[in-house]
């Protein structure tokens, strides 16, 4: 079994919310992440756009990490979330690249 990327807020709940952190460990990171039938890169830019369709901003600076960890160019992180504007509303979208820009371009400051 696959063990899951390390996460401070994950470990920050996991008294409060024990099971719900270890089938996000387990389940997600253990066995949903790690399915053969699509790669982590296919995975992630999935992950990405539904992040950006639900508006879950605080998953989704979490992700984009992890996407570009999985291979997926900030190219295609913009272009699905300028994609994604039209499918799932552009103040979706708007707020996602606000999240991407904070994450990708100031992330990157010093590096």
Known sequence: MA??????KRDRIKAFTPALVDY???VVYGD????????????????VAAL????????????LTRAISNGVTQEEITEVITHMAFYAGWPAAMSAAQV??????????GE
């Open 3 to 8: 063990k899951a990327p390390p996460s401070a």
């Open 24 to 26: 996000t460990n387990d």
């Open 32 to 47: 949903l992440w790690e399915r053969k039938a699509l790669s982590k890169r296919d995975r992630s830019l999935i992950t």
């Open 52 to 63: 950006v369709a639900t508006y879950r901003p605080e998953q989704l600076a979490s992700h």
């Open 100 to 109: 991407a820009y904070t994450v990708l371009v100031e992330g990157n400051k």
